[in-house]
């Protein structure tokens, strides 16, 4: 039997380097071959466990959370009888990462959930996602191959599928996140590279490689590219 899961869709941020197209359209509603990101991602947690999904909002919140409610209604059909979501509005600026989350705990539950960033074009299949963390984690990162665009990768991953604070793996934005990894943290401004790094320090973040498809979209040269691959496939 499955485990039924909660996630969460980072979708708070301004999009300043795609502006001026975010000046009116919310960076997780920016459409790829006809979709907006969110629609995409929230279709591809359509295949899972997942019975709840907490979306955050900051810039153009409205817009945010009414595409949210189209998807809602328009999946109706195809989704669990007990599927629920739930709009996060954040304070002007947003939280960052962290603290967007740490907003969202009461929401997710005690049990570690899954993370998306919104901003990301990608084909990554959720069953290759563990619904739990090995004793002792605090999180699970998918990590990609570094793209040209950057200089150097993010992460490493040894041979125990440990995560280590350098090497030449790009996190995907996508994660398994243990709530004790907020322990004792307040609603605040916070990113959660710091969080995840101290983790690491630890010895408690593992990972797994995801070599399909995959494109940051935050910025307009990447979202032209991304644009440019949808139209291909």
Not at 19 to 44: F, I, M
Not at 46 to 73: D, H, I, K, M, P
Not at 180 to 208: E, H, I, Y
Request: glycine share 10%; with cysteine; proline share 5%.
């Amino acid at each position: 039997m499955q485990k039924m899961m909660q996630a969460m869709i980072l979708a708070a941020g301004r999009g300043e380097r795609l502006r001026p197209l975010t000046d009116s359209c919310p960076k997780p509603l920016v459409e790829v071959g006809g979709q907006s990101l969110l629609w995409r991602h929230l279709v591809a947690l359509e295949q899972t466990s997942v019975t709840q999904v907490v979306v955050n909002g900051a810039w153009l919140a409205e817009q945010v959370f009414a595409e949210v409610a189209r998807y809602a209604q328009q999946a109706k059909a195809r989704l669990p009888s007990d599927w629920q979501w739930h709009a996060q509005l954040e304070p002007a600026g947003g939280l960052e990462t962290a603290g967007g989350i740490i907003m969202a705990l009461p929401q997710l539950g005690g049990q570690p959930f899954w993370v998306v960033n919104a901003d990301i074009l990608t084909d990554f299949n959720w069953s290759a996602m563990p619904q739990t963390l090995a004793e002792g984690m605090l999180a699970h990162l998918v990590l990609v191959p570094t793209p040209a665009f950057k200089t150097a990768g993010d992460f490493g991953l040894d041979e125990q599928g440990r995560v280590s604070a350098q090497g030449c793996w790009t996190f995907s934005g996508i994660s398994l996140l243990s709530p004790d990894l907020f322990k004792g943290l307040t609603v605040s401004r916070l990113g959660l590279a710091p969080l995840l790094r101290d983790a690491m320090a630890q010895g408690r973040v593992t990972g797994q490689i995801y070599k399909g498809y995959w494109q940051d979209v935050g910025t307009l040269e990447r979202l032209a590219q991304a644009r440019q691959d949808a139209q291909a496939r």
